[in-house]
Structures are given as C-alpha cells and as structure tokens.
C-alpha cells in the first residue's frame, strides 16, 4: 500500500485512548493481592482432609482465579516499574 | 601469448563501454532555457538547488526530465524533491537505475522527473529542483592546531553538468564567510567573486551537455564539527497494555573534522573553552525529540552518563570526552512517548502507526540506518511503507519481557544515507491486534501459575509412603 494511502488513512482514523499508567501500580497491587488470596486458600484446601473430588474441585477453581488475577498483577506490575509489555 | 590476452582483455572493456552506454541516454528532447545552480555548504551535509526554466524543442509532447549527476553524488544523495516553479506543488521524483560512462571516463547517474501533465512542442515549463547529499567538503589542511579555524575544500562542476543544451546559466555558493578557489582558471568570465556570505560567477551561455570542463575547486570557511553517524540502530516499541511507545536508538558515530596536529591538550582545550566560539570539535550534542517525552536516559558502553539535561523537547547530551577530528563515540538514548500521539485507530482490529524517521543529533549524517519497529505480540503486519525510499525492510519475530508465545513482531528497515532533515519522513505501519491476542498475554502468564499449582495438587495426592501391608 502506497506511502499517500497510508498516510490519509491515518488522518482518517480515530485516535485511540490512553490507559492511565499513574493507576497501574493500583491495579497491579490489587490483583496480587486477590491473587495470593486465592492461590492460599486453594493451597490451604489441598492440605483439608475433605473428600478428593470435592477437594480437587474447589482446589481447581481457586487455582485457576488466582492465576489469572496474578497474570493481570504480572503486567500491570511490569507496566508499573517501567517495563512496558 | 600476452598479445592475444591483452586483446580479449580490451573487447571484454570495449564490449562493457558499450553495454553501460547502451543501457541508457535520454533524448535531447529538452533545451534548457536558464539553469541556476545554488550550492549551499552551511551544513555538514551538501544542500544544492536547481532553478532551471526547460523548453520541450522535441516534435511530441514530452513528461519526463532527466537531471543529469555525477557519480559521486548519485551514490550519496539523501534528499531529492522537485517542484514547479512558484507554485506549491510537488512533482514525483526518483533516481534512474542506469548509469552511462562518458568519453572521459567519468559514470553519470540521472534523477528521473515526471512532469504532472506533458508539456507541448516549443512550450516551456519552470523547476525547482532540491538535492541535498553527504559529498560534502573535505578538511583542507587535514591537521590543524586546537585554536585553529577549519576549512574544508569542496569540488563541484563550475559549468551545468545537463544532459540538455543549455542557453544561459550562473552557478552561486552559499554558506560560509570566505570562499578561496583553488587553480583559477586564466579566463576571468570563468572565476567568481566574494560577496558577503556568497561566492558568484557571472552567467554563462550556450553550454554543450554533459560540460565536465573547468571544475570549481574551492576552499571555505566551516569552523563547525562534521558529525557522520557511521551506524544507528533505532528501536521502537508499541506496548498497548501501557499505552506507551518507547524509542531506544545506538549511535556510532565520528567526527570528519580536521585532526589535530600536535596532539590533544587539556591545558590548550579549557583555554579555548573560554573564549565560548564555535569550533571544529563537538561537545555536545543536541537532539530534537518529540513533543511529551519522558523518561530520557542516556548510557554508553561504560554505564549511564549523567551529563544529559532535557530543555522543552530538547535533549542535550555532552560525551564523555570532546570529539576531535577522526575520533569516534558510541552511546544509546532512549525515551517514552504516549502511544495515541503516534497510532489511530482505522477499524475495530486495525490500527496504524506512524513513527518519525530520525530524531537524532542536529547537522549530522548517516552512513547505515537501521529502525524497527516492535508489534505487540499476536498482532499481524498487513502493510509498511516510508516516505524516504528503503534500502530493506524485513519481517522477524523476537521475544522479550512476558513473551511466552512468539514474541513481538519486528519490522526492520535500512535506509542509507540520511540526513538530520530526514527527521521530517516518517514510516507508517498498519497492522491488526485482536483484542483476543492482548488478553492472551496475561491468559498466557495465567496458564503456567495454573499449570505449576495444578501440579502441585497432584503429586500431592499421590502417595508414597511404604506400608507396613
């Protein structure tokens, strides 16, 4: 695509928003925490003498949430100390 | 033996004689009416324009003009822009592959002009032609004392060098306080005359094509450094989790200036760093970046350097030590923009951006350029481009911070040749990024924490104690 056609595209299209970086720290410092809430609880059911289907599955659930809360707290906490992703 | 090698040795030479002659010559379908040339030596880098009023004297309409340069300048032009005399608009431009060697020896290379629309038999049509290339002068003597001015010795053709015949013509030189011509030739019509910060000559009329005759030897006055980026390395990088693009660039770079004769010399150094002139030395460097940036460092191969200081949307940086004539230095600057200066959105997944070609030291140029762009990981390149031609432009993948999946895109472009006014030209990149593919970085960081307590759990449930049963 010619140089001119990119360029008047670009004129054309919307600009985009800018997510404030000042909040991230925020962000980063709740999803950890939620994170290493979760992830105790799940690791305090493994230790729990309930029966192993019930345990595997509140231990499975509670995994999974804390490691998604810590993968947003991973980034926002990269983005926080200067290391963009 | 040595005869009939010699002999096959001169057809092979004769045959490629012809064969570069044959590739191309244009017609001599154009007259030039008046050809004025400006040479603008102000600059480390050589600026020259062309006023040229042609006549088509061709029995068809003709659309295309050939400005005829010698070799040395095809090989190093950085800018070449055309417009019809007093009117804004840009005709296109480019530079014609072929070369032809001439009775003399030398090779000519053409710029290629289209006209916007063909100009009839007998009519005529006015251009402005730009040229800017880094044949500059060369420092004449090569060493001098600390305290000296510098004067560099320039080379042009005195006579327009056109492909046409040419009616009437004057050559000026521009830049400098004091212009002194090496071997004068003895006809006085020939030689110039020193005005206040001008060197001209007198008009010139019926002059053949490719005039190679009477060249302009010329020493000036340019008591300024000749800073040449040998190698720059330019790297940007799109982060839209941070809403941010980050610019790192690697300099290698050197002074062209006169050596010194004697030596360095602290004592004699801080006793001209009193008297506050300009000099043939560089100590600093002044960078134009753009606008909002943040976050500045500036490091070199020892660590971070602290003389660096940011006025407005300015970064001056000191070097370690002075640079004299032929001394080298190497360092990396780096700095943070806002992403939604530089990047639009076009549709739902599509975004292009658009990145400023240099930002670099100011009157500098550059031998090899190399700028990439770094795509977020996932994204999809669907078009590049630049408004200064490449000399390459490749598409690779590279990991970095968090890149658990293929890494970022990266798309590297060389250019060559370029000068501090290139930081006009820009290079514009579209490409699509799913919002999928950006929620599948913190999914990706998500799956190995799951994947390590999911393993826990179970080596956990197994059991290895020995029974007594």
């Keep these: 695509m010619a140089y001119e056609q990119l360029i008047k595209e670009f004129k054309k299209a919307k600009p985009i928003g800018n997510s404030d970086l000042d909040i991230q720290p925020r962000y980063a410092a709740i999803a950890l925490f939620l994170s290493l809430l979760l992830i105790t609880s799940a690791l305090i059911t493994a230790n729990s003498k309930k029966s192993f289907p019930l345990k595997f599955i509140t231990y499975t659930f509670l995994s999974a949430g804390g490691s998604l809360f810590f993968g947003l707290g991973a980034i926002y906490l990269a983005n926080s100390v200067g290391v963009y992703i | ?469």
């Design chain 2, 1 to 469: 033996m040595v005869n009939c090698w010699s002999w096959y040795v001169a057809a092979i030479c004769i045959f490629l004689r012809f064969g570069l002659c044959e590739s191309f010559i244009p017609n001599s379908s154009w007259e030039n009416i008046e050809y004025q040339k400006l040479v603008d030596v102000k600059h480390a880098y050589i600026n020259e324009a062309f006023l040229i009023t042609i006549k088509n004297i061709a029995s068809e309409p003709q659309s295309e003009y050939f400005l005829a340069l010698t070799e040395e300048i095809f090989e190093k032009i950085s800018l070449f822009e055309v417009q019809l005399a007093n009117k804004n608009v840009y005709v296109n431009a480019s530079l014609y592959q072929s070369k032809c060697l001439l009775d003399d020896g030398s090779v000519v290379g053409y710029g290629l002009i289209s006209l916007p629309s063909p100009i009839e038999p007998g009519k005529q049509v006015s251009l402005t032609i730009k040229l800017s290339h880094t044949a500059h002068g060369l420092p004449h003597p090569e060493h001098i004392l600390l305290k000296d001015a510098q004067n560099l010795r320039f080379k042009t053709a005195r006579l327009p060098f056109s492909a046409y015949y040419t009616r009437k013509a004057n050559l000026q030189l521009l830049g400098s306080s004091k212009f002194t011509e090496l071997s004068a030739p003895n006809d006085q019509s020939l030689r110039g005359t020193q005005r206040d910060d001008s060197y001209e000559f007198q008009s010139w009329d019926d002059i053949p094509p490719f005039e190679t005759k009477n060249q302009l030897d010329v020493i000036y006055v340019h008591d300024l450094p000749l800073i040449e980026v040998l190698k720059l390395k330019r790297d940007v990088w799109v982060s839209h989790w941070a809403s941010t693009l980050q610019f790192e660039e690697y300099y290698e770079l050197i002074n062209r200036s006169a050596k010194l004769k004697n030596g360095f010399s602290r004592l004699e150094l801080m006793q001209d760093q009193k008297n506050m002139r300009l000099s043939h030395y560089c100590s600093v460097l002044e960078m134009n970046l753009p606008e909002e940036s943040s976050e500045h460092y500036y490091t070199d191969l020892v660590g971070m350097v602290s003389t660096s200081r940011v006025l407005g949307d300015n970064l001056y940086i000191k070097p370690r030590y002075p640079l004299f004539g032929e001394w080298k230095y190497n360092f990396t600057v780096g700095w943070t923009n806002k992403l939604s200066t530089f990047l639009r959105q076009s549709s739902k997944e599509s975004f292009i951006l658009v990145v400023p070609l240099l930002n670099g030291p100011t009157d500098a140029f550059y031998g090899k350029s190399e700028i990439s762009v770094f795509l977020p990981e996932g994204s999809v390149l669907q078009a590049l481009d630049s408004s200064v031609p490449m000399k390459s432009a490749e598409v690779h993948t590279q990991k970095s911070y968090l890149d658990l999946n293929k890494g970022h895109i990266k798309v590297t472009c060389e250019f060559d040749n370029m000068i501090d006014a290139n930081r006009d030209g820009q290079i514009v990149v579209k490409y699509s990024y799913p919002s999928q593919a950006a929620y599948k970085k913190p999914l990706s960081v998500a799956c190995y924490i799951f994947a390590a307590l999911m393993s826990f759990f179970l080596l956990k449930s197994v059991n290895l104690n020995l029974d007594k049963k």
